[in-house]
């Protein structure tokens, strides 16, 4: 059974930092691209970013680029993503997600963690 479970949100006040954490299993996990994907209240899925199976390319929505670093420890089944120089508007549930190869699309999520950026 594949599972995907956050943590690492919490309560952070403007320009802090955060690392969220995404511990995989039921899957061969240095096999396959991994996403975190957020929606902020009231708005839809907004990707976020994305590292390639062995963590050497990755990708990230405009809004984050140069604050925020996707990374993978594949011997440790686990995604991460650190958050700097964090915003108001950065507030949203984050998920991790297994990329579905060749769809552009995910076939299994984690449950999610809220980060909520505020002072």
């Known amino acids: 059974e594949v599972q995907l479970v956050e943590s690492g949100g919490g309560l952070v006040q403007p320009g802090g930092s955060l690392r969220l954490s995404c511990a995989a299993s039921?899957?061969?996990?240095?096999?396959?691209?991994m996403s975190w994907v957020r929606q902020a209240p009231g708005k839809g899925l907004e990707w976020v970013s994305t590292?390639?199976?062995?963590?050497?390319?990755?990708a990230y929505v405009n809004s984050v680029k140069g604050r925020f670093t996707i990374s993978r420890d594949n011997a440790n089944n686990t995604l991460y993503l650190q958050m700097n120089s964090l915003k108001p508007e950065d507030t949203a549930v984050y998920y991790c997600?297994?990329?579905?190869?060749?769809?552009?699309?995910?076939?299994?999520w984690g449950q999610g963690t809220q980060v909520t950026v505020s002072s």
């Open positions: 997600a297994k990329d579905l190869p060749g769809f552009g699309a995910y076939d299994y």
């Open positions: 039921g899957f061969s996990f240095s096999d396959y691209a």
């Open positions: 590292s390639d199976s062995a963590g050497g390319e990755t």
